[in-house]
């Protein structure tokens, strides 16, 4: 018998032959990354995109970072690492259902949220305020507009110049898979600016990504969000299940799966039930919809794998109904979440952090310095000369650091400085 590694022309060509013809293929992709690389003997490009996520810090801080509710308040409440894999499972279904390409929509899902701050969407909101000039941190900083904090520009930056593994700046991912990260949210290009950023290959002109497996990770981040954040709010205590089923998409999933008998005797199973049945509901419509919205477009466009379309949706019958889940959930769950004294504490902590480092910058981390230095060209020992602490640079890359932050970490810095 005569056994040969399964090299990567193996791969790629049994994409060619398996995918369908609107997916995207590994063949070439090495060829969109920003710095220049040998292809990889036996991994696709793809392949190996999202094995340099998997390995990155960032990634690995997840664990430790909030989705809504503290890790503290429970250990059943997502984290940002579970949120993750819960997208990267829903794409990768999505993907093998519609012959996409679901090594790609596993990449860009487990790279989506690299971006995120410590302790949820409240340390987005810090950042953004002091990046958009609307807290001057008590007068410590000019009031300037530096461009804003949007988690999903600051995935695209880790991935492309805050991991530091390699001979180059960041990951160097391709180009299909920093378009899916960067677009898997609106970019509101009108709100945020960042700076520095390579748009090369990702096409900045449209709002969604121009592959239908960014598009898939797009539509799956939103479902998993519904799901997990509904069923979090409900053992929280939150929403009870008598509010829950006043929802309208709520009661037809009851009646599609028959499992309104289980309330009086069996809650939790219920529950667990219904929040099943709420995700195949969403992935059913989506696969079904968009089946159709490729059909269409290809009819009309007779063959592209180039997307200036939104492809990937939920039915005009099912989208209303999805937002007014999440109108509920954002109402009655996240809102609610926020208005706990944890809130206030940690956003004070977060401004309190960042006054200390623009205060005592040499109390950052060596890396942190050593980057800082590398971008100014000038010696630390310099800085107070060339006001470098004053610099949009300088303030974007304290931010960095404290976006990295896990939720704990957070907390045992602040402790340091008491």
Known sequence: MNFKIRDRCFYENLEEKTLAPYASKSKGANELRIHPEKDHPYRTAIQRDRDRIIHSRAFRRLKHKQQVFLISEGDHYRTRLTHTLEVAQLSRTMAKALGLNDELVEAIALGHDLGHTPFGHVGETVLNEILS?????DDVLRSK??????HNYQSLRVVDKIEKKYQFEGLNLTACVREGILKHTRLLRDKYSYPDLIF?????????????EGQVVAVCDEIAQRTHDLE???RAGLVDLEQVRNIKIVRMVENKYKIFNLLKDARY???NKMINGLINFFMDDVIETTLKNIEEFYRLKKRSNFFDEEIVQFSNTIDPLQLELNKFIYEEIIYINAEKDTYEKNKDLLRKLYKHFLKNPLQLPEYILKRIESVSN?????WIHHNVTERDFFIRIVADHIAGMTDRFAMLE?????
Not at 414 to 418: H, T
Request: aromatic residues 10%.
């Open 200 to 212: 090369d290959g990702l096409n900045f002109e449209l709002d969604f990504a121009t592959t239908l």
């Open 133 to 137: 000039g609307r807290d001057n941190l």
């Open 269 to 271: 199973e219920y529950r």
């Open 414 to 418: 602040l402790q340091k400085l008491k």
């Open 232 to 234: 979090d709010g409900i």
């Open 378 to 382: 000038i010696k630390r020992s310099l």
């Open 145 to 150: 507009n530096l461009g804003g904090f949007k």
